[in-house]
């Protein structure tokens, strides 16, 4: 039916977003990836497409991407990638609360151990 054709186009659209996300055609990654989220708005996707916008050097989007992302998850993943972009928009005090969140909610000690690295870059 209808929900299967919708879920087919988003997941097609978000491999083809990876896909050219991988190969820095960023418009097109965040083209694709709008489309993927219309048809299936998952954390993933919409986490992916904070990530393209902060690799298009467009780090205030993707600043304020997350930032809404955040405010309905609390995935340390999205913290971490807020953090990141919080420090690509000098703006360190909200990169470490953001990174602290992240650490914070981080379970896995391998993933954390990463974390704690990249609170180092914000003090750089």
């Known amino acids: 039916g209808l929900a299967k054709q919708l879920q087919d186009i ?5 491999a083809r977003a990876q896909r050219l996300a991988g190969e820095a055609k960023l418009e097109a990654a965040l083209k694709a ?6 048809s299936e708005p998952t954390l993933g996707l919409v986490n992916d497409y904070g990530v393209t916008l902060l690799l298009g050097q467009r780090p205030q989007d993707a600043q304020r991407h997350l930032r809404r992302l955040v405010a309905k998850t609390d995935a340390w ?5 807020l953090a990141l972009a919080e420090i690509a928009s000098k703006r360190p005090y909200e990169a470490r609360k953001a990174m602290e969140r992240a650490i914070a909610l981080c379970e896995d000690p391998k993933d954390k151990a990463r974390l704690y ?3 180092g870059f914000v003090y750089e």
Do not use: C, D
């Open 10 to 14: 988003g997941m097609a659209n978000k």
């Open 117 to 119: 690295n990249n609170l």
């Open 33 to 38: 990836y709008e489309i993927a989220i219309a």
């Open 77 to 81: 993943q999205v913290h971490a990638n």
